[in-house]
C-alpha cells in the first residue's frame, strides 16, 4: 500500500513557474514507477508526464513537452513536476499516481496502468 500526498499549488501568471511534489509513504517508493496527470473543470484526467522507478526515464505528454520536467528523489520518497512557461490552460488539479508493475514509461500514459493516486492539488494560471 502506498499513499501519495501532493503539494505545491497555487494560483500564477501566465509564463510563471510552479513546482509539485508528491510525497509518497508506505511500500518502498523506489518500487513504483510515477506519473503525473491534470484534469481541467470538464475534461477528462489526462497524462502530463512519467518517471521511471530509477528516474533513469522520464515521457512527457506533447502538450507540456519543453516546458514541464519530472523528477523524483528516492531518498526522500518524492517525486516532483516543475512546470515553467505556465499557461491559462495548464490550470487544473494535478494528481500523481503509483504504478508497482514493470512497464516502459511510454506505456503508462492512462489512469488504468496505475495501482494508487494522491488528492490532488489545484494549479490556476491567469492570463
Known amino acids: 500500500q502506498v499513499q501519495l500526498v501532493e503539494s505545491g499549488g497555487g494560483l500564477v501568471q501566465a509564463g510563471g513557474s510552479l513546482r509539485l511534489s508528491c510525497a509518497a509513504s508506505?511500500?518502498?517508493?523506489?518500487?513504483?514507477?510515477m506519473g503525473w496527470f491534470r484534469q481541467a473543470p470538464g475534461k477528462e484526467r489526462e497524462f502530463v508526464a512519467a518517471i521511471s522507478r530509477s528516474g533513469g526515464t522520464t515521457y512527457y505528454a506533447d502538450s507540456v513537452k519543453g516546458r514541464f520536467t519530472i523528477s523524483r528523489d528516492n531518498a526522500k520518497n518524492t517525486v516532483y513536476l516543475q512546470m515553467n512557461s505556465l499557461k491559462p490552460e495548464d490550470t487544473a488539479v494535478y494528481y500523481c499516481?503509483?504504478?508497482?508493475?514493470?512497464?516502459?514509461?511510454?506505456?503508462?500514459?492512462?489512469?488504468?496502468?496505475?495501482?494508487?493516486w494522491g488528492q490532488g492539488t489545484q494549479v490556476t494560471v491567469s492570463s
Open positions: 508506505g511500500r518502498s517508493f523506489s518500487s513504483y514507477a
Open positions: 499516481a503509483a504504478r508497482f508493475t514493470i512497464m516502459p514509461v511510454n506505456r503508462v500514459t492512462t489512469e488504468e496502468r496505475y495501482d494508487y
